[in-house]
């Protein structure tokens, strides 16, 4: 199970990676393989303002759909358009290719209550 340690993680099984006051969002390598084959990415939130825990989009598996919760608040200022035709990178490579979206985020003080990696592998029995 790939678990960078650079990355902050969420209850939901979502990775943040921050880079000033925009985050770089994603489902984890847990989250991924408990889901399987991933068929559809859908965020139809781009360009909004939401708060942390409010759904920004689905992904959606050959056996199931999942909500994608926003682990921060702020804006959604990109999707990864790669997604559109080929959601298989979340399942590939769900740190790099398969990232799903960039928030502007309006609250930093927020990052401190993600997990670390350690505490994600906790959650997840790794």
Do not use: R
């Not at 678990?3 to 969420?10: F, G, Q």
């Not at 682990?71 to 035709?85: H, M, Q, R």
Request: hydrophobic content about 40%; charged content about 30%; some cysteine.
């Amino acid at each position: 199970m790939n678990i960078p340690s650079n990355l902050k993680y969420t209850k939901d099984h979502e990775w943040v990676k921050m880079d000033g006051d925009v985050a770089t969002i994603g489902i984890t390598d847990f989250a991924q393989s408990e889901l399987g084959d991933i068929v559809y990415v859908e965020v139809e939130t781009l360009d909004e303002t939401l708060e942390a825990d409010e759904i920004f989009g689905t992904v959606e598996a050959v056996k199931t759909v999942s909500d994608l919760i926003l682990p921060l608040s702020g804006e959604i200022i990109e999707f990864n358009e790669t997604l559109e035709d080929e959601p298989e990178k979340v399942n590939s490579d769900p740190y790099e290719e398969g990232w799903m979206i960039k928030v502007k985020c309006s609250d930093l003080s927020q990052v401190e209550d993600l997990m670390s990696a350690d505490a994600y592998k906790e959650l997840i029995g790794a």
